[in-house]
């Protein structure tokens, strides 16, 4: 799929994403940009579907991002419609005034034409180069075959087709308890460059049979996006069309629940947490150029987003992240990226671990540390660095990747 | 000096330095953590030599930083003698415990007893590895062979000896007019790596015969370090060490000035901000692995200080980098990251410029923009990068270079 080499930290394989009841899809090569690859995503949820969504936080959204910004706005007056997702790859139809808006109108007329549903209540989504327009005729024209083509299978392709620097297909499901109801979670995304958050820069969808309403849905996104897509990071750059949507086509049926805090929501809570973690951490696992996979743990901070703050300053360094790159433990280079964030932090009281190891504390390297063990834990594959700022109870996970020259060799020439 | 090739964006020679009138210095090799060069370097001030300073913002500063800092303050009582400045290269002496405080201790006692003056205002500096101890009996052992050897030349020797991943020594030196008085100013710097405001990590050392009190001195250093050190990021990491040092020794004589704002300074304020300006862009022309050197015009911003972000949120940006690294005029990039920074901006009224040539404005490519032009000029070494907000009269200027396979290569084996 990508020209790249998969990424030596993917998963071993795509799970197996069975079919989710209220929902079927289609892809298509409709050659936005790309030729002899698919490029064209169309997921529907039967009427009554409810949706939520989170959005890219960047000033300089793309038309698609502010499309279904309002979308998601409007999708509360057609509950009982058809809820349509459209997603293309190849051009992120960013930066592209009047024509940008113009392609996101005609792409929601022609699926709510060829799928039902009502026009403006369509999610649409775009990823590739920015500040080139798209061509939505290539879009509309593969409606028609699309929908006959509909069908409750195919989340691999649809993962596939979303894909751009992408070295693998990202896909996670789980099954949970909503009152002795079985219900089913399906999730895949795109991403592995441009990655930061708020949120982290990719598309992801997950869509369930549960029957939820859209604000316990949007609840629970909202709250989850937090410790999942917005704990990873690859370059701090944040992209400009990050799209995270939930459906629940309410299939499974089920009690009414109609808060977010119900204690019957204790399983399905969990397994969505585990499904965006999931997914979240197979973006990282695809960085651009990745070759270690890194978990930093923060605690002892002032406060959790203290905390958080601290976790990206670490995971955002090019000098950590060069170093880890290098199997060099530069515990150093740490205690700089803690230092440079102006989150409250005091040197004789940091404390710094590679996996079991402490390597300083009370502001010297640690008696019982020996380089060759710090040495030895770089080669690992998985690196877990911890932080203890020894201040307060704020603590945050952060999941971020190393930088390496595969990253220049994307990125130097993405567009050639 | 470096292992590394020099930068091909050095300059071609270094300067010729004079003389400055009531300053001596000396090099040694200490052998601090290198071999077969020097690495100590000394400069002392005649009595009566007044000095400003600015250090590293970041929270974990080294042992002499909190030294340095103290000595500042101290120097108000001791204004009648000699001042000294020593710098090692090798190890930073950061993160070091109380092991780093008797360093720095026993370097100022020693020097002091040396070279003449107070104890507690020595001005001292450590650059390189970080959590390594100092050997300051290293140091001092050579303090007492300097002190024969203590000449009024030797800028360009001191320039090399202060070096870590440095390819190149960075001087400079400009005459000013002082109410008829000539006065010369001398600047010497390092830094290539661990840079970023504020302020950008590196140490800086200038010194002038002007005759001018310290509180002017470092109202002039304090305002002018925001559009020279301060506006410069290789890497967006904050060094641990980051010194500037501005010293006069009064020697040209002169009319008593009292105010930085006295417009008998007119001259010298020029004057400085050139050497400073000059040393700031000479540490960016050394950007580790650096081929292109970026200077970054933000206009139309809501202030002088949100232009400031932006522009730094451009220069930090890794695929901005890597794209100028890769000649590619990629300005989807530049709108990325004009929006992920928070600043009010406004996507249809954002416009930009590669050197003169108008890439996008009123939120679309424009229409007299040829993807050959923008192609032809990313071929050019150095590059200017203009971006208009539109929304108010802030500006800023601010200098970067493109983040390469050199800056991976450098980095990631460092301590090895």
């Known amino acids: 799929m990508s020209k790249y080499k998969k990424s ?16 079927d899809m289609a892809v298509a090569e409709a050659g936005v940009r790309y030729t002899g690859r698919t490029d064209l995503w169309v997921l529907r949820g ?10 890219t936080k960047n000033n300089m959204p793309g038309a698609p991002i502010v499309w279904s910004r309002k979308a998601l706005v409007a999708g509360n007056k057609y509950e009982r419609d058809v809820q349509l997702v459209v997603v293309n790859s190849g051009t992120a139809n960013v930066f592209t005034g009047e024509a940008g808006k113009k392609a996101v109108l005609e792409t929601a007329s022609g699926a709510a034409a060829a799928f039902g549903g009502a026009v403006n209540t369509v999610q649409i989504a775009s990823t590739g180069v920015i500040g080139e327009p798209l061509d939505a005729s290539k879009v509309t024209a593969q409606f028609s075959d699309m929908n006959k083509r509909m069908d409750s299978g ?8 979303i894909m751009t620097t992408d070295t693998y297909a990202k896909g996670a499901t789980a099954v949970a308890d909503i009152a002795g109801v079985k219900v089913t979670l399906n999730g895949i995304a795109k991403g592995s460059g441009m990655i930061a958050p708020d949120m982290a820069t990719m598309l992801a969808y997950v869509a369930t049979d549960a029957s939820l309403p859209r604000e316990v849905l949007q ?4 709250e989850m996006t937090k410790t999942t897509f917005n704990s990873i990071t690859v370059d701090s750059d944040t992209s400009t069309s990050d799209t995270l949507l ?3 086509s309410g299939a499974a049926g089920g009690p009414e629940i109609e808060d977010a805090s119900d204690p019957r929501l204790k399983d399905f809570r969990a397994k969505l947490h585990d499904v965006l973690l999931d997914l979240a951490l197979q973006i990282v696992r695809d960085g651009e150029g990745a070759t270690k996979f890194i978990q930093i743990n923060v605690t002892g ?6 905390a958080h703050r601290i976790g990206l300053a670490l ?3 090019p000098l950590v992240k060069t170093a880890i790159a290098g199997e060099d433990a530069n515990w150093g280079r740490i205690v700089m990226a803690v230092g440079k964030c102006g989150e409250p932090a005091d040197r004789d009281k940091l404390s710094i671990r590679f996996g079991d190891h402490v390597v300083a504390k009370n502001g010297f390297v640690a008696a019982s540390y020996k380089e060759v063990d710090g040495a030895n834990y770089m080669k690992r594959q998985d690196i877990v660095l911890s932080v ?16 390496t020259h595969g990253y220049i060799d994307i990125n130097a020439d993405y567009r050639s």
């Open 8 to 23: 030596r930290l993917a998963p071993e394989t795509f799970p197996s994403l069975p079919p989710i009841a209220g929902f």
């Open 46 to 55: 039967q009427a009554g579907t409810a949706l939520a969504g989170v959005y």
């Open 154 to 161: 195919g989340w691999a392709e649809a993962a596939r087709a």
């Open 219 to 222: 609840e629970l996104l909202s």
């Open 246 to 248: 939930l459906l629940a």
């Open 301 to 306: 901070a002032q406060s959790d987003d203290s």
């Open 315 to 317: 995971a955002n360094s």
């Open 388 to 403: 203890d700022i020894g201040l307060g109870l704020g603590e945050a996970v952060v999941y971020t990747c190393d930088l």
